[in-house]
């Protein structure tokens, strides 16, 4: 009897240790797959707050199996090891942790970042990176004229009763920090659409319409139940409007830029007429990965019209251009951008205040880029 006990507790090991060794592959697979897709890299908060969800989602660890507490084991220590924020605050600013002397941080062609200040009640560092000259940060091997491109205008057809914007939102459920206002979950997001993105979207309708331009705001959420096809799931709904309305020659992606962690975030912004607004950031994609965009160079020089705008009637509004390897869905049309309104740090309202000026400039732009 005692044989077969040791035998029973000898193959149970044997099974434990498989189990360890397939979910360590698993959680390893997960974990290289996140860093490694373009569609990924829009913003760092999706790696941290996927991982911050399965660890929030496994706290009775006395209520489960020895496998799912090897599995939570796991994921905090990676979560510990490389999202804490002494890491974070490592990376972005060395000195803050070393000398306890914040510095002036150059984030692109030599241009620092305003002297940071921390708000105590919400936890976050606010701060301020502004676009001069059309600055661009470029993560690309291209290298871009920028008066060669600024020279050349975009043209776009009025449509007059016809819509020629379309409006939709790739992570649909990003919102903003609430003050205790509403409720988001640790990831900074909501499926309340008064409180995400999407209220952003509604607002930027208003005013462009306001303009006498025709807007269609597609609200569908790309983003839940499944996060990993969101950039697919865009892409579809991005497809679906241009052949419901062919009139359509503009394509704003909006998001909200995620910074630091749940405990150390950080927030861009300025003030325009004695209002606070979130700074916004235009992000371009090019075909640098090898996918089919051959007119990135016409997205850019959209993005340069209307950050030079930005520059003369809204200084400080907007952070410089950011060019990415990746293309983001921006090659639907020759007007399209995804725009970074704010980050998770940034109120609700701040990025209200945003959309405001940002709409106002848009507008603007587009009617005299018309022909």
């Not at 020279?151 to 009025?158: A, D, L, M, Q, V």
């Amino acid at each position: 009897m005692e044989g077969k006990i040791l035998k029973y507790k000898a193959v149970k090991k044997r099974e434990t240790a498989k189990v360890f060794l397939f979910c360590f592959f698993i959680l390893l697979s997960i974990y290289l797959l996140l860093f490694n897709l373009p569609e990924f890299k829009t913003s760092t908060g999706f790696q941290k707050s996927l991982l911050s969800n399965v660890i929030v989602n496994s706290k009775n660890i006395n209520e489960k199996s020895v496998y799912e507490k090897v599995l939570k084991t796991f994921i905090e220590y990676i979560y510990k090891e490389y999202f804490s924020p002494k890491s974070f605050l490592l990376d972005t600013f060395p000195s803050l942790l070393e000398g306890g002397v914040i510095p002036k941080v150059e984030i692109v062609d030599n241009n620092p970042v305003s002297e940071m200040k921390k708000d105590e009640n919400a936890n976050v560092v606010e701060s301020q990176n502004s676009s001069k000259n059309l600055q661009i940060k470029n993560e690309t091997s291209y290298k871009v004229d920028v008066q060669s491109i600024l020279s050349e205008k975009p043209s776009f057809k009025k449509t007059f009763e016809n819509p020629m914007v379309l409006i939709v939102h790739t992570h649909s459920s990003e919102a903003y920090h609430s003050n205790g206002e509403y409720i988001v979950s640790d990831t900074d997001r909501t499926q309340d659409e008064n409180y995400n993105v999407i209220r952003v979207g509604s607002e930027l309708k208003k005013i462009l319409e306001n303009k006498g331009i025709g807007v269609i705001h597609d609200k569908t959420v790309h983003d839940y139940p499944s996060y990993t096809n969101s950039y697919i799931n865009t892409l579809k709904t991005i497809n679906k409007n241009l052949n419901l309305y062919p009139s359509i020659q503009i394509v704003f992606d909006l998001h909200r830029d995620a910074l630091g962690d749940a405990d150390n975030k950080v927030k861009f912004t300025c003030e325009i007429n004695g209002e606070k607004a979130a700074q916004i950031m235009l992000v371009c994609g090019t075909d640098s990965m090898g996918l089919e965009f051959d007119t990135w160079e016409d997205n850019l020089r959209f993005a340069m019209q209307l950050q030079d705008r930005l520059e003369r009637c809204y200084p400080n509004l907007a952070r410089p251009i950011n060019l990415r390897r990746e293309r983001f869905n921006l090659h639907a049309t020759k007007g399209s951008l995804l725009v970074e309104v704010g980050t998770n740090g940034n109120t609700l309202d701040e990025a209200l205040v945003s959309i405001k000026y940002l709409g106002d400039t848009m507008g603007d732009v587009i009617n005299d880029l018309c022909v």
